[in-house]
Nanobody, 125 residues
């Protein structure tokens, strides 16, 4: 099993920045890819960014491309999401996810095996 714990959420004004962290523990050697998803009230969970550990390939949703950066620190078993130029529409609960089945990150939430509890990000206008 893998445990994921997110941190770094909070309240920020539009145009500001936040950095989310996701600490992984347990059978971390089984993780091949990780991702960030978000879910706003009344909306479906949506892909934000993903990273494949082998090769370091990354991908982003069009809505965050150029503003968000996903990265990871293997030594610390920690995933990050740097969020810049935040907009009110970025307000959501952000979830960290890990996959062992696939070697490449997926944009589909059901391709991930493990999930964190989520961290709230609120962007005021």
């Amino acid at each position: 099993q893998v445990q994921l714990v997110e941190s770094g959420g909070g309240l920020v004004q539009a145009g500001g920045s936040l950095r989310l962290s996701c600490a992984a523990s347990g059978r971390t050697f089984s993780i091949n890819a990780m991702g960030w998803f978000r879910q706003a009230p009344g909306n479906a969970r949506e892909f934000v960014a993903g990273i494949s550990w082998s090769g370091g390939n990354t991908g982003y949703a069009d809505s965050v491309k150029g503003r968000f950066t996903i990265s990871g620190d293997n030594a610390k078993n920690t995933l990050y999401l740097q969020m810049n130029t935040l907009k009110p529409e970025d307000t959501a609960v952000y979830y960290c996810a890990a996959a062992g089945r696939n070697y490449y990150y997926s944009r589909r939430w059901n391709d991930y095996d493990y999930w964190g509890q989520g961290t709230q990000v609120t962007v005021s206008s």
